[in-house]
């Protein structure tokens, strides 16, 4: 069975990776030691009553990237952004739709575009043609799949997230938040956390991004290892 293994890991997911890597543990709980959620305590829940809306706005927007795909082809069209600078200067500027009081720093939207881009004559990141850094002649291009974007087809209810969050009792969890970040309603969280019952849960100073920024990551690795140093210190009896 390709889904036995014989010893158990350690999930951590960021923001929609936090709900994965749930997901993940609450149906695998046997393969999963501790789980480590940064930023992300909670599913986004909508009304069953709205389904049929939300399947309608997925396949509206599916027609509207297919005929633009084919707009795009026809007219040969290649795109994305002339520059580094470019591209950066893009994913900076996406922050300011998000919700509540999120912050980019500059040195984080590099490293996420430099590990998120490739040159359009190849598939290799762009952080693979460093120290060169002359990109002056190709152009950028995400490499990520655009639909990520899209009005899902299918969104889980409260009923459903609180099912999965049940079946992470058995799994070590820990869940950190960012004093700026996604703006979770408090009883989401308190909901959370009277479901998963974690091991540890945190507050941290930093945005959305906290565990890349050059200014929070360190208070991010020094609660993770906090938390890792506590399996350890059982199995030593201390």
């Known amino acids: 069975d390709g889904l036995v293994h014989d010893n158990k890991v350690t999930l951590v997911g960021h923001s929609l990776g936090a709900g994965v890597a749930s997901l993940y543990a609450s149906c695998f709980p046997e393969q999963v030691e501790q789980l480590i959620l940064l930023d992300g305590a909670s599913f986004l829940a909508r009304d069953a009553k709205d389904t049929p809306m939300h399947v309608r706005n997925h396949i509206q927007r599916r027609l509207v990237v297919q005929q633009q795909q084919q707009t795009q082809k026809t007219a040969k069209q290649t795109k994305g952004f002339p520059s580094l600078e470019a591209a950066i200067a893009r994913r ?23 590990r998120a881009t490739h040159l359009d004559d190849g598939d290799l990141p762009v952080v693979s043609n460093l120290p060169d850094d002359d990109f002056s002649s190709q152009i950028i291009q995400f490499r990520h799949d655009r639909r990520y974007a899209w009005p899902s087809i299918q969104y889980m209810t409260q009923d459903q997230i609180e099912g999965i969050f049940r079946g992470l009792v058995h799994v070590d969890c820990c869940i950190l938040l960012a004093e700026n970040g996604w703006p979770f309603q408090q009883e989401q969280i308190d909901r959370a956390v009277e479901l998963i019952q974690p091991q540890m849960i945190q507050q941290l100073p930093g945005s959305h991004y906290f565990h890349a920024d050059p200014d929070h990551y360190s208070s991010v690795a020094k609660a993770i290892q906090q938390f890792l140093n506590r399996k350890l210190d059982r199995s030593k009896g201390i």
């Open 92 to 114: 900076l500027q996406s922050i300011q739709s998000f919700p509540g009081n999120q912050t980019l720093s500059y040195e984080t939207a590099r490293a996420m575009v430099l």
